[in-house]
């Protein structure tokens, strides 16, 4: 159960009196999740979602919240978060910086067929044409200076194969100008489990605590490589197609994107063997309870190397 910190009904009706959404009918902490502790609200006035941040501290955090207001504001499916009685998003509930979002309706698919990819790819190419016109920036919290730090951190749990396949990625994502890519303030982090579905319609995205300013093609690759790839790891080429295409058509992509694609789905697979490797090698105290699979990562960047320039693209 990821609910790292409690929370009472007591303190939270208390600290709802310095919101104009009612008083607290019920709380119920949320089960999945593995960064930080959360509930499903309910008060007089409508169904809402209580975080509280174990990690990303009161400064970090108003990128993420303004940047959920601003698309949400472009008519975005992205949880809306509440401002208090004093007009802010953030406040303190037991000791941790917290914050309340409007509940989405909806349910993760763990198993996309190629429609809901297409959604997918429309509603990222949404997300990214926004953030695009976003006011406040960061740099991607996991890009290439956390890269080099986690693999240094990691490296010395690795076997010889795993420590050759990382340098020689490094190197290779070093030689990569990324630069030249059109870029923005991207999600990080679009998982099969970080968006519901409502009917056949996208309820929401939630879970923007990674986002950050990065190459939009970045964003794509994260995508991509969760929600088109097969049992073994290697790309659907029909799902793959689907969700670049619903893109494409919104967000056309350039022919520099369409170079860098390879690079990109193997820049991604890496940053996710990475953080899950650190995850499962350097666990924090109390803090991670759900630890992924870091060799899933690990070999779907295998995957990526080898299939190289026969990877799929947008029809
Ligand atoms: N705005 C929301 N609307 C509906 N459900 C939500 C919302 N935010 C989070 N959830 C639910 O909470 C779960 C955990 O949220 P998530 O953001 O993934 O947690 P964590 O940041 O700990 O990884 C999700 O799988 C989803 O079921
Ligand atoms: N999507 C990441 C883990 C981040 O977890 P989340 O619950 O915050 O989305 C992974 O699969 O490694």
Redesign the pocket.
């Known amino acids: 159960m990821s609910v790292f910190t409690p929370v009472t009904p007591d303190a939270l009706d208390e600290w709802l009196s310095n919101y104009a959404i009612g008083h607290l009918i019920e709380l119920r902490g949320i089960s ?4 930080n502790s959360n509930f499903f609200v309910t008060t007089s006035l409508g169904r809402y979602v209580l975080t509280l941040f174990e990690t990303l501290s009161h400064a970090e955090l108003p990128f993420y919240l303004h940047l959920m207001a601003h698309l949400a504001r472009h008519g975005l499916p992205v949880p809306a978060p509440i401002a208090d009685l004093d007009n802010e998003y953030l406040g303190t509930l037991s000791g941790k910086p917290a914050a309340l979002v409007r509940r989405l309706s909806g349910a993760s698919d763990m198993s996309p067929n190629a429609a809901r990819c297409t959604k997918v790819g429309t509603m990222m190419a949404g997300l990214h044409l926004a953030g695009q016109r976003f006011g406040r920036r960061q740099e991607n919290p996991r890009g290439p200076e956390w890269r080099a730090r986690t693999a240094q951190a990691v490296r010395p749990y690795l076997s010889a194969d795993e420590q050759a396949l990382l340098d020689a990625e490094l190197a290779f994502q070093a030689s990569i100008d990324v630069a030249a890519l059109p870029s923005g303030a991207i999600h990080a ?1 679009l ?1 099969r ?2 968006l519901l579905w409502d009917g056949d319609e996208v309820g929401g995205v939630i ?1 923007f ?2 986002a950050g300013n990065d190459a939009l093609l970045f964003d794509l690759a994260v995508t991509v490589n ?1 929600w088109c790839a097969d049992a073994t790891g290697g790309l659907d080429p029909v799902r793959t197609r689907a969700l670049l295409t619903g893109y494409h058509t919104e967000r056309p992509l350039t022919d520099a994107e369409h170079a860098a694609w390879p690079a990109m789905l193997r820049a991604a697979a890496l940053r ?1 063997w990475l ?2 490797a650190e995850d499962f090698h350097l666990p924090r105290d109390g803090e991670m309870v ?1 630890v ?1 699979d870091p060799n899933e ?1 690990r070999d779907i960047l295998r995957q990526r190397i080898v299939a190289g320039d026969t990877l799929p693209w947008h029809d």
Do not use: H
Not at 32 to 35: A, D, S
């Open positions: 999945e999740g593995v960064q982090d998982f489990d970080n879970d605590y990674f969760d996710f953080s899950r759900l992924k990562y």
